[in-house]
């Protein structure tokens, strides 16, 4: 019967291929152009995205090193939305669409949803983006109102995982929160801002991905009218992030904030994906669903029992120099929890993964895939997003499908490793500690 359902999926994975291809131009400039035309649909969204996040903490601009403090990429999304006529947002406002922009490890994005008025936003779009403005007097502004945000973070207990990430990585930029500090983000100048913009907001560093109702013709044609389209005199960007190498600087960190119920977390860290690595990425992404997702005899165990909350998830993040699967919840007994977790993946390793699990899961993947595609925003973004990282949603796809149950088997040999393994805990007080 498996091999049967391998075989469907194959076969249903050949027809995805084909849904999810979009053109694609490079334009003279060196920018990226991906157009995913949707028939039927009646809306476009836009997506202007640069391989420029928080983990970029110090490149090399045509030979001269630049070394950003933490936070610059969030600060640097907030300052692209502003111009010398006014903020970009309300002229989205006015044309009726909705608009946003969010960074994270690896990138920052710009994108945009609406049902009319297409070319003018997309001006809106690459005008924004394309001619970056700073001054003294705005920077102090922004660092202010970030600062506010900063702060608002300290209270919430969502930044768990960069408290791993603090146990795992004694100097990896990942384990910095991505909006910085308030003492960080005061170090900016705008001479700082103008070499990151010089550097990784070059078009050959970016990509413009369209879906729904748009064409390849119409995205390259705003592209031109921005000044996006000619031939750049070449620039040379290196950057590098080393491996972190030897015994955790933390095997376990508690703190207290006011909560309802302990928060825990535990985190491995990994081996760093080589460059291309597209299968061992996506067997790392699967592993929190084959160990304690909702399709495992454990979740259902600790769910039943009343162990864990319904959000108690794994986590996997990859960046350069950096690989994190991670497990995060709320638990009233959270050290027993982590007990059986770690009990489970032993046993794994010792008589392997169930194979019907596998294939849920696998199969579980690969819709989500899909459904990504048939939304118009999902295929924006997911298409910018594989671009980036030098690939296609059909690579991923395909790559997916090629996945076999020995592959996670012989992955548990080396993943998840105790010794490895970091564990934080966030218990209810009124006082906040936080990790240094």
């Known amino acids: 019967?498996?091999?049967?359902?391998?075989?469907?999926?194959?076969?249903?994975?050949?027809?995805?291929?084909?849904?999810?291809?979009?053109?694609?131009?490079?334009?003279?400039?060196?920018?990226?152009?991906?157009?995913?035309?949707?028939?039927?649909?009646?809306?476009?969204?836009?997506?202007?995205?640069?391989g420029f996040g928080s983990?970029?903490?110090?490149?090399?601009?045509?030979?001269?090193?630049?070394?950003?403090?933490?936070?610059?990429?969030?600060?640097?999304?907030?300052k692209m939305c502003e111009t010398p006529k006014g903020d970009s947002f309300t002229f989205y406002a006015k044309t009726g669409a909705s608009a946003n922009a969010?960074?994270?490890?690896?990138?920052?994005?710009?994108?945009?949803?609406a049902t009319q008025k297409?070319?003018?936003?997309?001006?809106?779009?690459?005008?924004?983006?394309?001619?970056?403005?700073?001054t003294k007097a705005t920077i102090a502004k922004e660092q202010g109102i970030i600062g506010q945000e900063i702060k608002m973070y300290d209270d919430s207990p969502d930044w768990l995982l960069n408290a791993l990430f603090r146990c795992l990585y004694a100097d990896h930029p990942l384990r910095d929160d991505i909006a910085g500090t308030v003492e960080s983000i005061a170090e900016l100048t705008p001479q700082v801002l103008y070499s990151c913009t010089r550097g990784f907001?070059?078009?050959?560093?970016m990509v413009l991905s369209v879906a729904g109702k748009i064409t390849l013709a119409q995205a390259v044609d705003a592209c031109k009218r921005n000044g996006l389209y000619r031939a750049r005199a070449p620039h040379e960007v290196e950057w590098d992030i080393p491996a972190q190498?030897?015994?955790?600087?933390?095997?376990?960190?508690?703190?207290t904030m006011p909560v309802t119920k302990p928060c825990f977390g535990v985190a491995y860290r990994e081996e760093p994906l080589a460059e291309g690595d597209l299968k061992r990425e996506l067997l790392l992404d699967m592993l929190g669903d084959l160990v304690v997702g909702g399709l495992t005899k454990l979740y259902?165990?600790?769910?039943?029992?009343?162990?864990?909350?319904?959000?108690?998830?794994?986590?996997?993040?990859?960046?350069?120099?950096?690989c994190t699967v991670a497990f995060t919840g709320e638990s009233d007994t959270p050290r027993q929890v982590v007990d059986l977790l770690q009990e489970e993946i032993e046993r794994m390793r010792r008589e392997g993964v169930d194979p019907e699990v596998f294939m849920l899961v696998k199969n579980q993947m690969y819709g989500e895939?899909?459904?990504?595609?048939?939304?118009?925003?999902?295929?924006?973004?997911?298409?910018?997003?594989?671009?980036?990282?030098?690939?296609?949603?059909?690579?991923?796809?395909?790559?997916?499908?090629?996945?076999?149950?020995?592959?996670?088997?012989?992955l548990l040999q080396t993943a998840l490793r105790e010794e490895n393994r970091a564990y934080v805990q966030i218990d209810p007080a009124e006082k906040i500690t936080r990790l240094s």
């Not at 979009?22 to 997506?47: F, K, Q």
């Not at 190498?245 to 703190?255: I, Q, S």
Request: a negative charge; glycine letters at 6%; one cysteine or more.
């Open 1 to 50: 019967m498996l091999n049967n359902d391998h075989e469907s999926f194959a076969a249903a994975q050949a027809r995805a291929a084909a849904a999810v291809s979009c053109e694609s131009v490079v334009l003279p400039s060196g920018l990226t152009v991906l157009c995913r035309t949707m028939p039927g649909y009646s809306s476009v969204h836009a997506i202007y995205a640069t």
């Open 55 to 78: 983990v970029h903490r110090a490149f090399r601009l045509d030979g001269k090193q630049v070394t950003l403090p933490a936070g610059t990429a969030h600060f640097l999304e907030h």
């Open 102 to 113: 969010f960074t994270s490890y690896d990138r920052t994005c710009y994108l945009f949803s």
């Open 118 to 134: 297409i070319d003018e936003n997309l001006d809106i779009l690459l005008g924004m983006v394309g001619k970056p403005w700073f």
């Open 201 to 205: 907001y070059a078009p050959s560093n």
């Open 245 to 255: 190498t030897g015994p955790l600087p933390h095997k376990e960190a508690f703190f």
């Open 300 to 322: 259902r165990r600790l769910y039943d029992e009343a162990l864990v909350n319904p959000e108690f998830s794994g986590d996997f993040i990859a960046v350069r120099g950096a």
């Open 369 to 410: 895939l899909l459904g990504d595609v048939e939304a118009v925003d999902d295929a924006a973004e997911e298409a910018a997003a594989a671009c980036l990282k030098g690939r296609t949603l059909a690579d991923e796809i395909a790559a997916l499908a090629a996945l076999t149950v020995e592959d996670a088997n012989a």
